[in-house]
């Protein structure tokens, strides 16, 4: 499926989402992939982040358009981040479709040799007891799978007004910037214990 040498390659990340990695309403050089590259690359120089991420995707979209992404790269992934979930939410997809679909996905990435890494998306606190289970979701599938799993919202991002857009929900740069700061540790720790990758 993939073509070129894992070990004599520069790091390669797959950031696999919807909006909140696609960068929805941010310039290109605004968005998840763009900062966590730029952010990588004061350790990696060499570093790459493949935006693989389609705006109003939910779970089983994602899914269902993952095997043409794997059969589009040129390269296997040094790792995969998995930023999927909160469209489910917001739609109200049985939470066990969406537990279902994650751990497809997560399987698939894992079976073609791609490390993965879950990014935890948070409900809104106003669902009560689903916000809850959307939180354990996460932790569950990350222990099944035996794969990290970091918040993709750092504390104080989610409804401050100064972190999103005009239309109140989708992060601002400035949010995506405290996003990156926080996940950015995570991923250098996965990156450096593949096999090739040095810090």
Known sequence: MFGGSHTDLSPLILAFG???????????KE??????????RGRMP???VQNAGVSGDTSERALARLPRLLSSLL???????????ANDFLRGIPLERTR???DAII??????????????MQAPRSLGAFAEKCDALY???????AIPVVPFFPAGVIGNPGLTLPDRIHPNAA??????????????????SQRGIAA
């Open 18 to 28: 919807d909006s909140l990695t696609a960068g929805y309403g941010l310039g290109a």
């Open 31 to 40: 968005s998840f992939a763009a900062q966590l590259e730029a952010s990588i």
């Open 46 to 48: 060499l570093a790459r």
């Open 75 to 85: 390269r296997r992934p040094d790792l995969a981040i998995v930023e999927l979930g």
């Open 100 to 102: 279902a679909n994650l």
């Open 107 to 120: 399987t698939e990435l894992s079976r073609c040799g791609i490390p993965v890494m879950l990014a935890a």
């Open 139 to 145: 932790a569950d599938l990350a222990r099944k799978n």
């Open 175 to 192: 949010a995506i910037r405290l996003i990156v700061r926080g996940m950015l540790p995570a991923v250098l720790d996965a990156l450096i």
